[in-house]
């Protein structure tokens, strides 16, 4: 019995062991592929190739570019709107503020200090969903919106460098639709709530006429491709885990209540 007892008292402490060096290495220091963009769990697999999976994007006088054409412009009454305001923050995906895209939704404020392994998981995560978007971006090169139809876009500040960058597919949209995918399997209890809150985050693109809907589209579908492939992640799985514990945690501190109503009532005017 004694035996038994010591043999069980050992294989806990191990257990103990491996869970904080687990802890340890899901929050371990990353290099930053340039500032504020953190090194992605894919970082040593081979490039998602976007342009072999994805459809070239519409063409000129095709009825796919009509329907583009058609939803750029409906969307540009919003210019001004809290709609067009909501858009401008849903572009924002520097930290910390991008950690609080999905909090209104998720009922639980994403920071940092109270959910580290969560506010690691998007950090990390948002590389591997954007970038999986540029083989095919490079491939098309196809013009934003705004630079054919003259309009303002909700972030004038990043208009020189989105003129260079191309529309199709949206990284953007990559990245909301993957991050909607993971938090859904975080909390399938909301993934209704998300999941509706990833596609309109992919729809503030049109909003913000910085994206066609196609673009959106075959963004989210890059997002989807991404998050499949990041299944067989250990250390994105192991991240999860503990992301998953840390959001059953009782007292977490929820997002403002204000806020969520403004969100809330401009994203309906689209619904």
């Avoid at 000129?60 to 919003?78: H, T």
């Avoid at 975080?186 to 985050?201: D, F, H, I, V, W």
């Avoid at 992919?202 to 910085?210: D, H, I, T």
Wanted: aromatic share 6%; with cysteine; proline share 6%.
């Amino acid at each position: 019995m004694k035996r038994l007892i010591i043999a069980m008292l050992t294989a806990l402490a191990l257990t103990a062991c491996q869970q904080d060096n687990a802890s340890q290495d899901i929050l371990a220091p990353v290099p930053e592929l340039r500032h504020g963009l953190m090194q992605g769990y894919l970082h040593e697999e081979p490039p998602l190739n976007s342009a072999a999976f994805l459809p070239p994007p519409p063409t000129s006088g095709s009825a796919q570019q009509a329907a583009d054409d058609a939803a750029s412009e409906a969307m540009r009454v919003l210019e001004g709107s809290a709609r067009w305001t909501q858009a401008a923050v849903d572009a924002e995906l520097h930290f910390p503020a991008a950690a609080q895209i999905f909090s209104c939704v998720l009922g639980v404020s994403v920071t940092e200090a109270q959910t580290p392994a969560l506010y690691r998981l998007l950090q990390r995560s948002l590389t591997d969903f954007g970038l999986a978007s540029y083989p095919a971006k490079r491939a098309h090169q196809r013009q934003r919106p705004f630079l054919l139809n003259g309009g303002e876009i909700c972030t004038p500040d990043d208009r020189e460098m989105l003129e260079t960058d191309g529309s199709y597919p949206s990284g953007h949209s990559a990245i909301g639709w993957g991050w909607a995918l993971t938090l859904s399997q975080l909390a399938p209890e909301r993934a209704e709530a998300l999941l509706a809150r990833g596609r309109a985050y992919a729809q503030s693109r049109v909003v913000c006429n910085v994206h066609w809907l196609s673009d959106t589209e075959a963004g989210m579908a890059v997002g989807a491709a991404a998050f499949a492939r990041l299944q067989n992640d250990a250390l994105f799985q192991a991240t999860m885990a503990a992301a998953r514990q840390e959001l059953n945690q009782a007292n977490l501190e929820h997002p403002d209540t204000a806020t969520c109503d403004a969100e809330a009532a401009a994203l309906a005017s689209l619904q």
